[in-house]
C-alpha cells in the first residue's frame, strides 16, 4: 500500500479492515505482476530451441531465421521507454490489460503462421506487447508495497524474471518435442486469459497518477516517435551486425540515424514538448543513473552467459537442445535462490554492498567459465560457474530494481521503470553483438594460426572462452559503477521526491503521525524505507 494513503484503524482503499484480508490481496496483486514479467521474459528464450522446426516449417531462410528473436528484441527494446510512460499517464490496470491482451493475440497470431512474414510480425507485435507489460508490472509493485514488503516483492519479482529465461530454454525443448513449435506460443493463451481475469478482479487503478482536480496529461507524440524511432534503429543496427559487420556503410548508417533521432528526442524533451515523455531530472538522481549504468553493464555481461554458454554445450560437448535446456535448469533454480536471498538481505544491508557482492561474484564465475575446453565436463566447468552467475544475477535483480525507483515520484513509477528495462535490453543487445564478434574474430584467428591443425570445434571453443574473458571484465566495470549508488539503507530521506508527495514531518496530522511511525520503525530495523524520498547523497 502506498505510504500515506492510509490512516490509524482505516483500511487501505480497496481493502476491508481485517487484518488477513491485505496479504491475500497483495498475494494476488504480486502474482498479478509476476505472471506478466515471467512470460515477457519467457518469450524471448522459449523460441529458440524451436527455431530449427520453425525455420523448416515456415521455409525461413538462414538469415531471415534470426528475425524470429530479433523482431521481437526490437520492437520490445523500442518502445519500453513509451510503455513505461505510458503507465503512469494512463494507469498501471488499463496499460496492464492493454498489455496482456495483445500479447495474447499476438502469442495466437503467431501460432496459427502459415508463412515467414505472418510469424515475424507477429513477433514484433508480441515485442509491443511486452514493452507495455514489463514496465508495468515495475510500476505495479513500486506502488503496491513500501519498506520491507516491497523488498521482498521485488525479491519475488526478481527471481520469476530471472527463472524466466533459464525455463524457456527447458519448456521450449519439451513443447517442441511433444506437441510441435506451434505450442511455444500457444502457451501463452491460458497463461495471459487467466492473467487478464486476475487483473479486471484485484488490480486497481493507480491511485497517485493524477491529482484531484487537475487535468490530465497527455501523451508527448514527438517524443515518443523520436525516442521508439531512435531505439528501434539502434536495436536493428546491433542486432544485424550478424550480416552487415560493424564497419559496413548499413551498420554506420543505421548508427548515425539513431544517434540523430535520439538527438532529436533530446531536444524535444528539454526544449519543446509542455508535458515531456521523458523527465531528464529523473537522471540527476544518483541512485536512479548508477542504477541504470550498473544494469547497462549486467545486460551487457550476463546476456552473453545464456547464448555462449548454450553454443558450447551443442557445438563444442554435442548436447542436444532437450538436454541443453535440462543443463540450465540447475542455474534457474539459483536465480530463484539468490533473489529471494538478496530480498532478505537487502533492509539490513543496503543496496551499494549487494551490487558489489553480485558484480564481483559474477566476475569470478565468468573468469571460471573462460577455463571451458573441447573436452570439458558438465561437472567441472559448467555447473559450477554457471551456477556462480545465476546467483550473482539473482542478488542483482532486486537492489537494482530499488535503487533505479528510489526517490522517485509515483507519477514517473512507470518512466523509471522503463528507463531501467531500456537499459537492460539496450546492454544486453549491444554487449552480446560486440562480444560474438569478438568470439568469432577470435574462433577465426585460432583456424588461421593453425593452418588447418586446430579443428572446427576447438576454435570455437577459442571463442566461447574469450567472450567469457570479456564478460568477466564488464562484470568488473560494473562493480566500479556501483560505487555511484549511494549507500542506501536504514533511515528516512526527509527531503522532497520528484513528484508531489509531501515530505517525511510536514505532513498534516494523520499522515505525520504515519511517517513518524516508518520512521522509527526504519531506525529500529534498519528498514529500506526511504525508497520515497530521494538518496542521492
Known amino acids: 500500500m502506498s505510504i500515506g494513503k492510509t490512516t490509524p484503524g482505516q483500511a487501505a482503499p480497496g481493502q476491508q479492515s481485517g487484518a488477513g484480508r491485505r496479504p491475500s490481496r497483495d498475494t494476488l496483486v504480486l502474482a498479478i505482476a509476476c505472471v506478466a514479467q515471467f512470460m515477457v521474459v519467457l518469450d524471448v528464450s522459449i523460441v529458440t530451441v524451436a527455431l530449427p522446426s520453425i525455420g523448416r516449417d515456415l521455409h525461413y531462410t538462414a538469415s531471415g531465421l534470426q528475425w524470429v528473436v530479433n523482431a521481437y528484441v526490437l520492437t520490445f527494446a523500442g518502445f519500453l521507454l513509451l510503455g513505461g510512460r505510458a503507465a503512469d499517464l494512463f494507469g498501471r490496470r488499463r496499460v496492464y490489460l492493454f498489455g496482456m491482451g495483445l500479447f495474447t493475440l499476438a502469442s495466437l497470431a503467431g501460432g496459427l503462421a502459415t508463412d515467414a512474414a505472418w510469424l515475424t510480425a507477429a513477433r514484433a507485435v508480441q515485442g509491443v506487447a511486452g514493452a507495455c507489460l514489463s514496465p508495468a508490472t515495475l510500476t505495479i509493485i513500486v506502488t503496491t508495497f513500501s519498506g520491507d514488503r516491497r523488498a521482498r516483492a521485488l525479491g519475488i519479482w526478481s527471481a520469476v524474471a530471472g527463472a524466466g529465461g533459464a525455463a524457456g530454454s527447458i519448456l521450449g525443448g519439451v513443447l517442441t518435442s511433444a506437441l510441435g513449435w506451434r505450442w511455444v506460443l500457444f502457451v501463452n493463451i491460458p497463461i495471459g486469459v487467466a492473467a487478464i481475469a486476475a487483473a479486471l478482479a484485484w488490480l486497481t487503478e493507480s491511485q497517485e497518477r493524477q491529482g484531484a482536480g ?104 554435442g548436447y542436444s537442445a532437450l538436454r541443453t535446456g535440462l543443463a540450465f535448469l540447475p542455474m534457474g533454480v539459483t536465480i530463484i535462490i539468490g533473489a529471494q536471498a538478496s530480498s532478505r538481505i537487502m533492509p539490513r544491508t543496503g543496496v551499494r554492498p549487494l551490487l558489489l557482492t553480485g558484480t564481483v561474484v559474477a566476475a569470478g564465475g565468468f573468469a571460471w567459465l573462460s577455463a571451458i575446453g573441447p573436452h570439458s565436463s558438465y561437472w567441472t566447468h559448467v555447473f559450477g560457474p ?108 526527509t527531503r522532497r521526491p520528484t513528484g508531489d508527495l509531501p515530505r517525511c514531518g510536514r505532513t498534516p496530522s494523520v499522515r505525520s503521525w504515519a511517517y513518524r511511525r516508518i520512521s522509527i520503525v526504519s531506525r529500529t530495523t534498519g528498514a529500506l524505507s526511504q525508497t520515497e524520498g530521494r538518496s542521492d547523497d
Open 214 to 317: 487537475q487535468p490530465r496529461s497527455r501523451l508527448d507524440v514527438a517524443g515518443a516517435v523520436a525516442v521508439t524511432a531512435g531505439l528501434g534503429a539502434l536495436v536493428y543496427a546491433i542486432v544485424g551486425t550478424e550480416t552487415h559487420p560493424w564497419g559496413s556503410g548499413t551498420t554506420l548508417s543505421l548508427l548515425g540515424a539513431a544517434a540523430v533521432l535520439l538527438a532529436v528526442f533530446a531536444v524535444i524533451e528539454l526544449r519543446l514538448a509542455s508535458a515531456p515523455l521523458m523527465r531528464f531530472a529523473l537522471l540527476r538522481s544518483r541512485s536512479v543513473s548508477g542504477a541504470n549504468l550498473v544494469m547497462f553493464l549486467v545486460g551487457a555481461a550476463f546476456f552473453s552467459m545464456w547464448y555462449f554458454l548454450s553454443l558450447y554445450l551443442q557445438n563444442v560437448l
Open 386 to 493: 554457471g551456477c556462480l552467475i545465476a546467483l550473482a544475477l539473482g542478488l542483482l535483480f532486486t537492489p537494482l530494481a530499488a535503487a533505479a525507483t528510489t526517490g522517485v515520484a509515483f507519477t514517473d513509477a512507470g518512466l523509471a521503470s522503463g528507463v531501467l528495462n531500456t537499459s537492460r535490453q539496450i546492454g544486453g543487445s549491444l554487449g552480446l553483438a560486440v562480444l560474438a564478434t569478438i568470439a568469432t574474430d577470435r574462433a577465426h584467428a585460432a583456424l588461421a594460426a593453425s593452418h588447418g591443425g586446430t579443428s572446427v570445434t576447438a576454435a570455437l571453443n577459442a571463442g566461447y572462452s574469450r567472450a567469457f574473458v570479456v564478460a568477466a571484465g564488464l562484470s568488473i566495470a560494473s562493480a566500479l559503477a556501483a560505487f555511484i549508488v549511494p549507500a542506501i539503507r536504514g533511515r528516512v530521506n
